[in-house]
């Protein structure tokens, strides 16, 4: 079920050399579509985008260091019903493993859909993407991951990779039908295509590619990244631990929180149709605030800050992927994704879970067995 | 001062621990008044939200409680609660909420005795524990 290939590096171009290989996917008979991370027209932003003209895959731009948002979600659309072909896409690996959480949650499906991973060069948050990004995208993309693969860092003109990137000790795409490898490969002749599944093994032998083994370079550096994030996560989980490990210091570490919940409408994890937190439930009757502002002479508008933020983590944090978006989408400033990662770290541990690893792996809350857990039962 | 008196919300299912609050009442069994029961069908519709609130509210403590396993009256929802009861103890206890504040046990309906035996030990735990930090400060 593993089948691996090169593909040469024309003119030195990393992107080009994607956008064909892409070209190739999309023109065999059976693929109807592909969805790839593409630099819109009109802006240099880079949205996910689904095409069916393979002259528009000029404009795929699968290295730039924009992540708008979690394509998880667009793919769970794309699939969550027979769309009458079947539909590459192209995905970062939080995102990959973000999506087959939703397909155990059955919000979507692997039935009619590719998956293309590639080696996750990181984000920047979006409002330093901004800030960074110049006239020329592809140029300033092309600036982006020379550097990073040349060892030199993600860190351009003072900006640098997300927090959640910064410690994503899973850059490595996992789950993916097909997989591309640059880390470790001389980029500027040759990247890496690795066939993970069945599916993707068919489809890969239409492209005629020559087998090769994977060089022991890129072993390597994937260990050598997958240590330097590990530490660096275990450095952000002592931080985010120290800064909330009592309620008062909670209290103060969400006080920006204004209960917009773009945190979970940014979380492609969080699987409700309708949040419990925009139902009635929260409707309170008026009166009810003034109740609550009479037991301590206070009491903070809108309420239910903290309820929001531990409830989410009862809800989601087993299925938490670390993509970050959360704190993307936070208009305070909040650091949503060291909390969440942090706390998830616990609860994914306890139930010996990793989210995305695995299709099979079943939500730890959707079973349980006879025997397990005794130490939480009694008063001892 | 008066002694510290905790405040414990506790979720008893109908079948089992309901049950035997009832059997422990009628057999005139004394325990503290602590408690404030909130009656559920099964331990295991308890949605780890209503635990939260109630700690965030300014429960001492909360007890969950349900019937013995292989005993529930919906077959297995005394297991799902057990695994419930799990996720939020990895998740309050880091935010500084003691774990004996959260209590999870089995008490059948015929265990009146076992009941009031709970009761007790659990208001002790809690007033040696003493109040909840959020019912001294403000949570937002």
């Known amino acids: ?380 | 001062m008066s002694e510290f008196e905790p405040t414990i919300v506790a979720f008893f299912c109908n079948w089992c621990t309901y049950t035997a609050a009832d059997l422990a009442g009628t057999s005139r069994l004394s325990y503290p008044p602590n408690i404030k029961i909130i009656r559920v069908m099964c331990s295991g519709m308890i949605d780890p939200k209503y635990v939260i609130k109630a700690m965030l509210e300014g429960a001492d403590g909360v007890l969950v409680s349900g019937c013995n396993p292989g005993d529930c009256h919906y077959i297995n929802g005394n297991y799902k609660a057990r695994r419930r009861i799990k996720l939020l103890k990895e998740i309050l206890p880091q935010f500084g909420f003691e774990p004996e504040r959260l209590r999870l046990t089995w008490i059948a309906a015929s265990d009146g005795l076992l009941f009031a035996e709970v009761m007790r030990d659990m208001t002790e735990q809690l007033k040696t524990l003493g109040p909840c930090e959020a019912k001294l400060k403000m949570v937002i």
Not at chain 1, 72 to 90: H, P, Q, W
Not at chain 1, 162 to 173: N, T
Request: charge should be negative; aromatic fraction near 8%.
């Open chain 1, 1 to 380: 079920m593993s089948k691996t290939a090169v593909i040469d590096v024309k003119n030195q171009d990393l992107i080009e050399t994607l956008r064909d290989f892409f070209k190739t996917v999309l023109e065999q008979d059976e693929i109807s579509a592909i969805q790839v991370p593409w630099r819109l027209p009109m802006k240099n932003m880079v949205m996910p985008t689904l095409i069916t003209d393979p002259e528009r895959l000029s404009g795929a731009d699968p290295l730039s260091p924009a992540f708008p948002m979690n394509s998880a979600k667009i793919v769970s659309r794309l699939t969550r019903k027979e769309a009458g072909g079947i539909v590459a896409a192209v995905m970062r690996p939080c995102e990959i493993r973000a999506f087959i959480e939703l397909v155990k949650l059955k919000q979507g499906r692997i039935e009619n859909l590719v998956i293309i991973g590639i080696d996750c060069l990181g984000a920047f948050q979006n409002r330093d993407y901004f800030n960074w990004i110049e006239n020329d995208g592809e140029e300033s993309s092309k600036k982006f991951y020379t550097s990073v693969l040349n060892g030199k860092g993600a860190a351009a003109d003072g900006i640098d990779l997300s927090p959640a990137c910064q410690v994503c000790e899973s850059p490595i795409p996992m789950g993916a039908d097909i997989a591309i490898g640059l880390y470790g490969m001389d980029t500027s002749n040759q990247i890496l295509i690795q066939a993970e599944t069945d599916k993707g093994e068919n489809l890969m032998t239409k492209f005629q590619l020559t087998d090769e083994e994977e060089p022991p370079s890129r072993k390597k550096a994937v260990e050598k990244l997958v240590e330097e994030r590990t530490a660096a996560r275990d450095n952000m989980f002592t931080e985010t631990h120290d800064a909330t490990d009592n309620l008062e210091k909670l209290t103060m570490y969400l006080a920006n929180c204004v209960n917009c919940y773009n945190c979970r409408v940014a979380c492609p994890v969080c699987y409700c149709r309708e949040c419990v937190f925009v139902t009635d439930v929260f409707d309170h009757e008026p009166s009810q605030y003034l109740r609550w502002a009479d037991r301590k002479g206070a009491v903070k508008m809108p309420t239910d800050t903290v309820f929001y933020h531990i409830t989410r983590l009862a809800h989601m944090s087993t299925a938490c992927v670390g993509c970050g978006q959360c704190s993307n989408a936070c208009p305070n400033d909040i650091s949503v994704m060291e909390l969440f990662r942090s706390i998830s770290q616990n609860t994914q541990n306890a139930f010996d879970y990793t989210p995305g690893q695995s299709i099979e792996d079943k939500p730890p809350l959707s079973v349980f067995k006879e025997e397990e857990f005794e130490e939480v039962v009694g008063i001892d």
